[in-house]
């Protein structure tokens, strides 16, 4: 029997109206790259969006068209993940912090037909533009007057605030299938080239719901959140959603991202929330020790992307009263799966023991469902002891990539995460290892296969092994174990000059360690597993 219940499609525009009706004079406040600071509040958000919306058309962007942004975080990049998506279209972050070569693969790939970008990214845009045949149109986030009067671009290039003005904000947004695409995120793949995940908005919608929970973000009206994670970056993590669903304030701190102007930012707009990698945290702690600063309004931060150290989690909860929440999730998981919040027999336990509970990546959000299983695809029991690959499943999780019909990498529908992991008894998961072949830097991927053929390259170099090395900064930072052609005395500095140009800057491994030989399987390939174990604390004890 069917039940009787309306079939009102899960839209991501109905967030954008929801925000508008019930809380349309909280504020969205952001530091502008144009250096100042810009704050008007949802009802304009949604107004200005439907304004984009019939830019967008006017531009010939269909529904189901991809349009990218290479944006910080701000109002303008806000009104475009409604416009773009409200209409139907498919919002098409883009990570600023890619290789121009990998840039321009994910804007061919995706077909991004228009691409808007901070004044900030223009000689990158510069750089991309030539590269690629797709966008023909490109979109610089400011107003006329600080539109550049030279550039390099030989496509067209628009100013944001002349569209917003050009275009009435009378717009419908269209009720389409909450089955359709509403956004577009590329993650680095463990071979080969990055791979895009396809959101849906039903998918974005119930993890929208599902993220905003007590014992998931926690998101309230009363909070004043601070996604400090990059709007390029999952969608930060949810939190423009959110802020909609919630009506929280929300503060976007644009490029500036150092200890002292977020500190600024969370005291004068009195931050309650806010979210980001370690790394990020750790300089602003650094600053606010140094400043024997306090928190005045910040109570809880969210901390995931990377495993947060007992000694962060510590240092904001003993010196400054400032919950810490840590998660675990992926580009794959839109992204939330686990968030570390006690369960009430927990609460009481010993100091050592609840930040025990705190360094485990935390319990699964509804709507996911995990298992770890062993080699054999066995489930292993969750005891806090037994380890094995991390599988996950639900609505919001990645069925298979952008422009692939291949599913193969599913295990009986469940997706592997490439994490390692044990689970207590209590359902908190603890990541262990990692078995696919990235290494994560700042919250960031660097693909150690394209280090690797860039090693190779070389012609002194017969084997090249990029493993992922603790860092005390970065969590990760690449080390280069290298194999050198008989009687070639190839030194580190030539070796590592040989990666200027050909990878990111930040890519480059920061050390070459050279060997006779490199540990190989049965089946001939690198034992990374052996390399790390013996080399894994490089970093920690150069
Ligand atoms: P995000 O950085 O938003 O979590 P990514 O797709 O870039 O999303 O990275 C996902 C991967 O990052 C996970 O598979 C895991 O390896 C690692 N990761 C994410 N959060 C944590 C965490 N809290 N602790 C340890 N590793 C994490």
Redesign the pocket.
């Known amino acids: 029997m069917q039940g009787l219940m309306m079939q009102q499609p899960l839209l991501v525009a109905s967030l954008l109206m929801h925000a508008e009706r019930h809380h349309g004079k909280q504020e969205i406040v952001s530091r502008r790259v144009e250096g100042d600071i810009h704050r008007y509040s949802y009802r304009d958000l949604a107004q200005r969006a439907r304004r984009m919306a019939n830019a967008l058309t006017s531009l010939g962007v269909r529904p189901g068209e991809r349009v990218g942004t290479l944006a910080w975080n701000g109002y303008r990049h806000m009104e475009l993940y409604f416009a773009v998506s409200g209409s139907g279209s498919v919002l098409h972050t883009l990570n600023p912090r890619l290789h121009v070569d990998q840039l321009a693969y994910i804007i061919e790939h995706a077909e991004d037909r228009v691409v808007f970008f901070d004044l900030t990214f223009l000689p990158l845009i510069e750089s991309v533009a030539p590269r690629v045949k797709s966008p023909k149109v490109f979109v610089a986030m400011t107003d006329r007057a600080h539109m550049p009067q030279e550039h390099g671009l030989s496509t067209m290039l628009l100013c944001y605030e002349d569209l917003i003005d050009l275009h009435d904000d009378e717009f419908d947004w269209p009720l389409v299938d909450e089955n359709s695409a509403s956004s577009l995120c590329y ?2 793949g463990t071979t080969g080239n990055p791979k895009g995940v396809l959101y849906s908005h039903r998918s974005t919608v119930l993890h929208t719901y599902a993220a905003a929970l007590p014992d998931s973000l926690n998101c309230s009206a009363r909070d004043v959140i601070l996604p400090v ?1 990059p709007m390029f ?2 969608n930060a ?1 949810g939190l423009p959603y959110i802020s909609c669903m919630v009506g929280a304030k929300l503060v976007f701190p644009g490029p500036a991202l150092d200890g002292k102007s977020l500190y600024e930012l969370i005291e004068t707009e009195q931050v309650t929330l806010s979210a980001g ?1 370690p790394t990020v945290w750790q300089g602003l702690l650094a600053h606010v020790d140094a400043i024997e600063g306090a928190f005045s309004s910040m109570r809880r931060t969210i ?6 150290p007992t000694a962060m989690t510590a240092a904001f909860q003993e010196r400054y009263q400032v919950d810490v929440l ?8 839109s ?1 939330v799966g686990t968030v570390c919040s006690f369960k009430a027999h927990q609460l009481s336990l010993p100091t050592d023991e609840r930040y025990a509970i705190q360094a485990k ?1 935390g319990r699964a959000v509804f709507g996911i469902d995990m298992k770890i299983v062993g080699p054999d695809g066995e489930e292993l029991p969750w005891d806090g002891h037994a380890a094995g690959d991390l599988l996950v499943r639900g609505p919001w999780v990645v069925r298979q990539y952008f422009g692939s019909s291949d599913t193969s990498h599913l295990r009986d529908g469940w997706f592997p ?3 390692v992991a044990k689970i207590d008894a209590d359902g908190f998961m603890q ?1 262990t290892d ?1 078995s ?1 072949d ?1 290494i ?1 830097s700042g ?3 660097i693909s150690s296969t394209d280090i690797e053929n860039v090693a190779c390259l070389h012609p002194e170099v017969t084997t090249a092994v990029c493993i992922a090395a603790r860092h005390p900064k970065w969590d990760e930072r690449p080390l280069l174990l290298i194999v050198r052609k008989p009687g070639s005395a190839l030194a580190a500095e030539e070796l590592l000059g040989f990666f200027d140009g050909r990878v990111a800057r930040w890519w480059k491994p920061d050390a070459v360690v050279f060997v006779d030989t490199v540990p190989l399987g049965a089946t001939g390939k690198v034992l990374k597993n052996l390399l790390r174990d013996q080399f894994g604390d490089y970093y920690l004890t150069a």
Not at 303 to 308: F, V
């Open positions: 993650t680095s994670v970056h999952v993590w990698v901390i995931g992307g990377a495993p947060c840590h998660a675990w999730g992926m580009t794959e998981l992204p990546q995460t490439g994490d990541i990692r696919k990235v994560k919250g960031e991927w």
